[in-house]
């Protein structure tokens, strides 16, 4: 699945659809997947993943596991 992209809504910017470079994916306490990193600018990145697309980006190479 080369096809992955994580992207996430910059707050700061209003952009929606931001690319999130350096990403590294999270578990949270209640066992849910959460992709952090930031967009080149400086900004800082978060969103909610399902599990498969987690997986499948940590497969990908996209992002680093974090847990």
Known sequence: MADIKLT???VKTKEKG???K???ITKTARGGYMAQGNDGKGNKLTTMLSEA????A???GI???GW
Do not use: C
Request: proline content about 0%; glycine content about 0%.
């Open 22 to 24: 350096e990403a590294v």
């Open 8 to 10: 996430a809504y910059n």
């Open 53 to 56: 697309n987690a997986l499948a």
């Open 58 to 60: 940590i497969k990908a």
């Open 18 to 20: 931001v690319e999130i």
């Open 63 to 65: 992002a680093k596991q």
